[in-house]
């Protein structure tokens, strides 16, 4: 799968915002391949958004993909440390997440802004017979 993945974002190089996908991908593969498969997820950042429910159940690794952060944890600045409380949105994301949703957006808008400027492109109609 992650092999069908690359490919698909080696294949579509000539779009800008999937050189961030790639980047939050690799970042977000580093961090769970060095923490033994489980991406690391800072209780404090829990708190702060109100989260804390889920520590006790990170401590007794209840959850097959996440584990609590803690000083044995590598590549913690890549972790799951970033508290986002936005439009009713909460939850705890990586570096490697943003750079995802920045190449997500930049991906859309690029689309958006492409098709604009081939909608406003004159029709070239051949009338020759």
Known sequence: MV?????GLWANTHLRGLWFVGLGLFCNALVIFANKGHM????EALYKVGMEAYIPKLQQQYDAVHT??????R?????DVIP?????YTNVISLGDVYLM?????TILDGALEAKRKAQEPLEIDLRF
């Open 84 to 88: 986002v409380q936005v439009l009713g």
């Open 75 to 79: 590549l913690w600045f890549l972790a």
């Open 102 to 106: 920045v190449g997500i957006a930049l």
């Open 40 to 43: 690391p997820v800072s209780a």
């Open 3 to 7: 092999g069908l993945v690359g490919y």
């Open 68 to 73: 609590l952060l803690s000083e044995s944890s």
